[in-house]
């Protein structure tokens, strides 16, 4: 699909009430992932202000949460955002990669930070996004198997620089950057399958 049909796609099926009320999910969380090629990430960050701004219009009221502009805020919430960027220097990369895992782990700090921007927004569909710039510190299912329990009363759209697949033989698969086949999660609906 060109960014046109997939603007146009995307906006049937967010404002239409199938899908603001949740139907046909057969008791599933409503999690969907609109993937789209890594290549891609300038333009869907254009049409995902596009289809923010022409949801508004037609009364649906989006909460937009970039992962990485979040994790940012948190580090210096917790006072230590100076520090990691002096660390960043004198650290491997894969002690680097730990302690941004342990400052924001999805449970214990990221999770609860989308929890508290959700009670105090009203909105209807909530936008992930910034998830190619948080790896390899967050995972992307980490951050869907944490939300479960937090974001079900609302329809979730993660924007995912990579596929989405699902197949009989090995499951369903989210692959970052269509090349990382390592994160099994099977609860999310592809956007792009879904009627509007």
């Known amino acids: 699909m060109s960014m046109q049909e997939r603007f146009q796609h995307l906006f ?13 999910l057969g008791n599933e969380v409503p999690f969907f992932i609109c993937a789209f090629k890594p290549e891609e990430l300038v333009e869907m960050e254009r049409l995902q202000r596009q289809l923010i701004n022409r949801l508004e219009q037609a009364g649906i009221r989006i909460l937009e949460i970039n992962l990485y502009d979040l994790s940012i805020d948190i580090l210096k919430e917790r006072g230590i955002w100076d520090q990691m960027l002096e660390m960043e220097e004198s ?35 909530l936008f992930l996004s910034g998830v190619g710039e948080v790896f390899p510190y967050i995972r992307s299912h980490n951050v869907l198997n944490n939300l479960q329990s937090t974001a079900k009363e609302k329809p979730t759209v993660m924007f995912f620089p990579g596929a989405y697949t699902h197949s009989l033989e090995s499951g369903a698969s989210l692959d970052l950057f269509g090349k990382m086949r390592d994160d099994k999660y099977y609860r999310a609906f592809n956007i792009f399958h879904c009627e509007a």
């Open 91 to 125: 650290v491997s990369k894969e002690q680097l990669k730990e302690l941004l895992q342990g400052v924001l782990d999805p449970e214990t700090h990221l999770v609860p930070a989308i929890a508290a921007k959700m009670v105090s927004t009203d909105f209807e569909v």
């Open 12 to 24: 049937a099926v967010i404002s239409g009430r199938r899908f603001l009320d949740k139907q046909g």
